[in-house]
């Protein structure tokens, strides 16, 4: 048992293992096919493997530069602004991270106070709510409808207030798999133009959207620019997502503050694999073509249940894709869940762990950022259902 006295001071007394561990161990311990946590399961590219090598042996394995080696901050400004026409200094603007995680969790800790309120859009990854609490702050949810996922602007209006410090938005969105429209970032530039509220824009999937579509970067919006923290991931975008590494491009005077709390959560991040991503950057093929790569994967995945009794709105971006089991089960999807894992060797997401008092919205979340022999098997058992 755990003693009172710890049990009164704990910060996060109503957090929980997360869905992802618990799924993951589910899904071991059953041996299932797992289309749960977003993480390939084919390897990287050989080339960026010998990189972070040759980076090894050339001698880069002591502490880089606190903000990030510079030649990979000044690839990644040289990519912001080919891609979103927005320059960002690679001496005062940018600076690399321990994945996207670190860089929402520490520009969170820099900005928000005790009381300062948060605007959260749900469903939302998790990682969000826990370093507003964690910070005082508290946040404020504006729930998408289950059946477009798209943001109703006025109720985020009105969700705003005197003490709305940040707002936290996600596209391509995980776990639905839309994406932030023009007019949509536009909508929300309006709103947030006479205030002083900041923008956390996580933008891992930045590379990973379909159908010719274009992925809208907050830093392509001139105002919210000036009050955004664009976080990125390369793990995944590269398929090693267990390298954590990732970056936060703000202006100036934000960066300055961010780099303050940076400093002395994780100091720099590893020095030979940031050597490795500033030359494999140089490419953008190794970029520019995950777009076509993850929607080969997604079509492939969604036609081959084409005889099943599941209902899909082809995902728009990220590499997960939502299944409605209404017409299979009116179980509640971590009840479902669950059993397809125990009884069918195959494990998902359920996603009312993601929404509002946990809203059931008769959906599950499968990643396709699988081998195509994982995705047939996935799909066999799904036909069966």
Same mark, same amino acid.
């Given at each position: 048992?755990?003693? !009172?006295?710890? !049990?009164?001071?704990?910060?996060?007394?109503?957090?929980?293992?997360?869905?992802?561990?618990?799924?993951?161990? #589910?899904?071991?311990?059953?041996?299932?096919?797992?289309?749960?946590?977003?993480?390939?399961?084919?390897?990287?590219?050989?080339?960026?493997?010998?990189? *972070?090598?040759?980076?090894?042996? !050339?001698?880069?394995?002591?502490? &880089?530069?606190?903000?990030?080696?510079?030649?990979?901050?000044?690839?990644?400004?040289?990519?912001?602004?080919?891609?979103?026409?927005?320059?960002?200094?690679?001496?005062?603007?940018?600076?690399?991270?321990?994945?996207?995680?670190?860089?929402?969790?520490?520009?969170?800790?820099?900005?928000?106070?005790?009381?300062?309120?948060?605007?959260?859009?749900?469903?939302?990854?998790?990682?969000?709510?826990?370093?507003? =609490? #964690?910070?005082?702050?508290?946040?404020?949810?504006?729930?998408?409808? &289950?059946?477009?996922?798209?943001?109703?602007?006025?109720?985020?209006?009105?969700?705003?207030?005197?003490?709305?410090?940040?707002?936290?938005?996600?596209?391509?969105?995980?776990?639905?798999?839309?994406?932030?429209?023009?007019?949509?970032?536009?909508?929300?530039?309006?709103?947030?133009?006479?205030?002083?509220?900041?923008?956390?824009?996580?933008?891992?999937?930045?590379?990973?959207?379909?159908?010719?579509?274009?992925?809208?970067?907050?830093?392509?919006?001139?105002?919210?620019?000036?009050?955004?923290?664009?976080?990125?991931?390369?793990?995944?975008?590269?398929?090693?997502?267990?390298?954590?590494?990732?970056?936060? &491009?703000?202006?100036?005077?934000?960066?300055?503050?961010?780099?303050?709390?940076?400093?002395?959560?994780?100091?720099?991040?590893?020095?030979?694999?940031?050597?490795?991503?500033?030359?494999?950057?140089?490419?953008?093929?190794?970029?520019?073509?995950?777009?076509?790569?993850? !929607?080969?994967?997604?079509?492939?995945?969604?036609?081959?249940?084409?005889?099943?009794?599941?209902?899909?709105?082809?995902?728009?971006?990220?590499?997960?894709?939502?299944?409605?089991?209404?017409?299979?089960?009116?179980?509640?999807?971590?009840?479902? =869940?669950?059993?397809?894992?125990?009884?069918?060797?195959?494990?998902?997401?359920?996603?009312?762990?993601?929404?509002?008092?946990?809203?059931?919205?008769? *959906? #599950?979340?499968?990643?396709?950022?699988?081998?195509?022999?994982?995705?047939?098997?996935?799909?066999?058992?799904?036909?069966?259902?």
């Amino acid at each position: 048992m755990i003693p !009172q006295i710890l !049990q009164s001071k704990s910060k996060l007394p109503d957090v929980k293992t997360t869905i992802f561990t618990t799924v993951g161990n #589910l899904a071991r311990k059953h041996k299932a096919i797992d289309l749960s946590q977003g993480f390939p399961n084919f390897e990287a590219d050989p080339k960026l493997m010998r990189l *972070v090598t040759q980076a090894m042996k !050339q001698g880069h394995n002591q502490y &880089a530069a606190m903000q990030g080696y510079y030649g990979l901050r000044e690839v990644i400004s040289e990519k912001i602004e080919q891609l979103h026409g927005r320059s960002y200094d690679p001496v005062n603007e940018i600076t690399v991270t321990v994945g996207a995680t670190q860089a929402i969790f520490t520009a969170i800790t820099a900005f928000v106070h005790p009381g300062d309120e948060v605007i959260v859009i749900k469903p939302a990854y998790d990682c969000y709510e826990p370093a507003i =609490a #964690l910070n005082g702050g508290k946040a404020v949810y504006v729930q998408l409808n &289950a059946n477009n996922y798209k943001v109703d602007w006025e109720e985020f209006r009105n969700k705003i207030t005197s003490k709305t410090r940040m707002v936290v938005l996600n596209t391509p969105h995980n776990p639905s798999g839309k994406i932030i429209t023009k007019d949509d970032m536009l909508q929300l530039q309006e709103i947030l133009r006479d205030t002083n509220i900041l923008l956390v824009s996580d933008e891992v999937y930045e590379h990973i959207v379909f159908d010719g579509c274009e992925h809208q970067s907050a830093s392509r919006f001139d105002d919210l620019a000036q009050r955004s923290f664009i976080c990125a991931s390369f793990g995944k975008t590269f398929h090693v997502t267990g390298w954590k590494m990732g970056y936060c &491009a703000a202006p100036k005077d934000l960066m300055h503050e961010f780099r303050k709390t940076h400093q002395f959560a994780v100091f720099c991040v590893d020095h030979p694999t940031q050597r490795a991503m500033a030359e494999y950057l140089k490419n953008e093929e190794h970029y520019m073509q995950l777009n076509d790569f993850y !929607q080969e994967k997604r079509d492939f995945f969604l036609s081959s249940l084409k005889t099943s009794r599941f209902k899909f709105k082809p995902s728009e971006g990220t590499y997960f894709q939502l299944l409605d089991y209404t017409e299979i089960s009116n179980e509640k999807d971590e009840d479902l =869940a669950l059993r397809l894992i125990t009884e069918n060797k195959l494990a998902c997401i359920p996603i009312s762990s993601f929404n509002m008092n946990n809203r059931q919205d008769g *959906v #599950l979340r499968f990643c396709f950022a699988k081998k195509r022999e994982t995705l047939e098997k996935a799909a066999e058992i799904l036909c069966q259902l």
